[in-house]
């Protein structure tokens, strides 16, 4: 239902744009979001997106670096990914919301796809 792709390998200061493709009847009038899981820590948010697009949440620590997009046309969303750190090195997934709204909660979602990997190195 989700798919999640884009990671891979990045020196710091790099970037990379991950995507997630979702089915129709997975992402229709829901809200999006990414989170992220580095190694021996707890899955984390990152980024949250409304049902229209017009609204957007970030977490602090990727606040101005990272930007979330969506093309509801294609059932598709997008995590722009600058300035990368080696701190911002995870697993990244990609998640649909209960609602149509911004969801910044892990339990707030209930669509997850399998994660891409994101390395950066320092």
């Known amino acids: 239902q989700l798919q999640a792709c884009g990671g891979g390998l990045v020196q710091a200061g790099g970037s990379l744009r991950l995507s997630c493709a979702a089915s129709?009847?997975?992402?229709?009038?829901?809200?999006m979001g990414w989170f992220r899981q580095a190694p021996g820590k707890e899955r984390e948010f990152v980024a949250a997106?409304?049902?229209?697009?017009?609204?957007?949440s970030y977490a602090d620590s990727v606040k101005g670096r990272f930007t979330i997009s969506r093309d509801n046309a294609k059932n598709m969303m997008y995590l722009q990914v600058d300035s990368l750190k080696p701190e911002d090195t995870a697993v990244y997934y990609c998640?649909?919301?209960?609602?149509?709204?911004?969801?910044?909660?892990?339990?707030?979602?209930?669509?997850w796809g399998q994660g891409t990997l994101v390395t950066v190195s320092s």
């Open positions: 129709a009847r997975t992402a229709s009038n829901n809200g």
């Open positions: 998640a649909v919301a209960r609602s149509s709204s911004t969801t910044r909660s892990y339990t707030g979602n209930q669509y």
């Open positions: 997106i409304n049902w229209r697009g017009d609204s957007k």
